[in-house]
Structures are given as C-alpha cells and as structure tokens.
Nanobody, 115 residues
Framework: QVQLVESGGGLVQPGGSLRLSCAAS????????MGWFRQAPGKQREVVATISSIGSTNYVNSVKGRFSISRDNDKKTVYLQMNSLKPEDTAVYYC?????????WGPGTQVTVSS
C-alpha cells in the first residue's frame, strides 16, 4: 500500500487559512486519485475534496469557493489550501490515495478553528 504522511494542521482563528500537505511513497503517484477526508468528533468521516490523475477536482458543497485541492506529481504530494476557515471545519483531516486495486489513508492531522 501507499504510505501517506500529512502535515500542516494546527490551530487557526475563524477567517484564517491553512495549507495541508500529503507526501506519498509510491513511484506511480500519477495513477492515483488523491483526496482529503475529514472527521469531526461524533461525526462520520466525509470527503472534502478529490483530484484525479489528470487534475479534475471535486469538492463537498460546504467548502466550495474556500478550499482548493492540487497535486504536484514531481514531488508526489497533494495539497489542500483552506481559506476563510470556519469553526465547523474543525476536524481530523486524512489524506487518501485510491486506485482500482487499493485504498490508502494517512494517519491524519488535526485542524482546529477557534478564537
């Protein structure tokens, strides 16, 4: 399986920004669909954003216009730029890599939006 390591989480005030990064350990990074999921306390894990191998993106409605997912295939890294953060964005954010044969998850990084 692909090993994924997230970074960039932390505490931010409402209206602030954070950028999450996820480095993947695979030589076939370009073939994977990459994404970010999140799980808030007491809630189910939900998809936040995905990006295909050719760069097509999708977002959950609650983050459209505020979050942006991107990937750097040379660095084998996927990013999630989060702007205009709200308290309801507080969650553990998980990086995801998917193919036709496997799904992999990172250990997660905490994002807390609070004043």
């Amino acid at each position: 399986q692909v090993q994924l390591v997230e970074s960039g989480g932390g505490l931010v005030q409402p209206g602030g920004s954070l950028r999450l990064s996820c480095a993947a350990s695979t030589n076939i990074f370009t073939t994977y669909v990459m994404g970010w999921f999140r799980q808030a306390p007491g809630k189910q894990r939900e998809v936040v954003a995905t990006i295909s191998s050719i760069g097509s993106t999708n977002y959950v409605n609650s983050v459209k216009g505020r979050f942006s997912i991107s990937r750097d295939n040379d660095k084998k890294t996927v990013y999630l730029q989060m702007n205009s953060l709200k308290p309801e964005d507080t969650a553990v954010y998980y990086c995801y890599a998917g193919s036709s044969t496997e799904n992999s998850w990172g250990p997660g990084t905490q994002v807390t939006v609070s004043s």
